[in-house]
């Protein structure tokens, strides 16, 4: 169960996937970077092969791997939420900060997805969908994939308690039937 009013941080096993999902794109970028490296030293004909082997794409694609890894330990570290009664705030980015709040009654659709990396560490995605034009990606304007209005990596049991919680206040209260009390004949 997630505490109402209070300042959130991802789970332990969701810094732990940020984690391996970087050093993951840190070592394929590493790997693309060897094969560059390895291409242009066999490849290399004539007076300028030491400096082309020496300065080929292995540092740079090295580099962009540790960006990626620092990008989604960072990402991990620095993302929030917080739930009141009767919206959800979600605080996330690294280099530009985002914070949107969310009310419950603008909320259209809540699903909560795992993938197989995402089903190893006992994770969850909670998407909560709105009727916002943000949603469509710029790429996509012309029909394709939309993207929720926000996503919270949580455990599947605070997944269940958070759509659960959510669909509990977004649905229109039940009519209350009015009550008139009975009319007493006049006391003489």
């Known amino acids: 169960m997630i505490s ?4 959130q941080k991802l789970p332990g096993t969701a810094m732990v996937f940020y984690t391996v999902v970087g050093l993951m794109l840190a070592a394929i ?3 693309v970077g060897f094969l560059f490296h390895g291409g242009a030293a066999a490849s290399c004909v004539g007076v300028a092969c030491p400096l082309v082997t020496s300065f080929a794409g292995l540092p740079l694609f090295m580099f962009i791997g540790f960006v990626f890894l620092v990008r989604f330990v ?3 570290m620095l993302f929030s939420f917080i739930v009141s009664e009767h919206s959800i705030t979600i605080n ?3 280099i ?3 914070s949107n709040t969310i009310d419950f009654s603008k909320i259209q659709n809540i699903d909560n997805m795992r993938g197989p ?5 006992g994770l969850t995605n909670v998407n909560i969908w709105t009727a916002s034009m943000n949603q469509i990606s710029f790429s996509n304007r012309g029909g394709g994939r939309s993207r ?4 919270l990596p949580l455990t599947k049991e605070d997944a269940e308690w958070l759509r659960n919680y959510i669909a509990g ?3 229109p209260a039940a009519a209350v039937p009015v009550v008139t009390p009975p009319v007493m004949p006049p006391q003489a």
């Open 74 to 76: 960072l990402y991990g």
């Open 169 to 171: 206040q977004t649905r």
């Open 96 to 98: 530009l900060r985002n």
């Open 148 to 151: 929720p209005e926000a996503f």
């Open 117 to 121: 990396l995402q089903m190893l560490f």
């Open 29 to 31: 970028f590493t790997g």
């Open 4 to 7: 109402l009013n209070t300042q």
């Open 92 to 94: 996330s980015g690294v």
